[in-house]
Nanobody
């Protein structure tokens, strides 16, 4: 059973920064692409960022490009989301997810394991 545990969420003022972490259990972490998604109240879950198994390829939603950075440390079985210049519209529950195979995807349906989520609230 794979477990994904997110941490690092919280309350921050607009313009501030947060770094989310997602620790994964299991072996061969580098064999899986990882992604971050978010869901705001009353809205559908949306793609934020994804990274390939090696970390060499990354993808971002247009809404976060240039502000967020996804990275991973395969030795620590951990994926990160550095969020800078945060805006009130970034307020949401953030989820990390694992995708079978090394190639990343923007589609939530391709991810098989999900974390429990961590709340990010950006005040104006």
């Amino acid at each position: 059973q794979v477990q994904l545990v997110e941490s690092g969420g919280g309350l921050v003022q607009a313009g501030g920064s947060l770094r989310l972490s997602c620790a994964a259990s299991g072996r061969t972490f580098s064999s899986y692409a990882m992604g971050w998604f978010r869901q705001a109240p009353g809205k559908e879950r949306e793609f934020v960022a994804a990274i390939s198994g090696s970390g060499s390829n990354t993808y971002y939603a247009d809404s976060v490009k240039g502000r967020f950075t996804i990275s991973r440390d395969n030795a620590k079985n951990t994926v990160y989301l550095q969020m800078n210049s945060l805006k009130p519209e970034d307020t949401a529950a953030y989820y990390c997810a694992r995708k079978p195979g090394r190639w990343a995807s923007t589609h939530a349906g391709e991810y098989d394991y999900w974390g429990q989520g961590t709340q990010v609230t950006v005040s104006s």
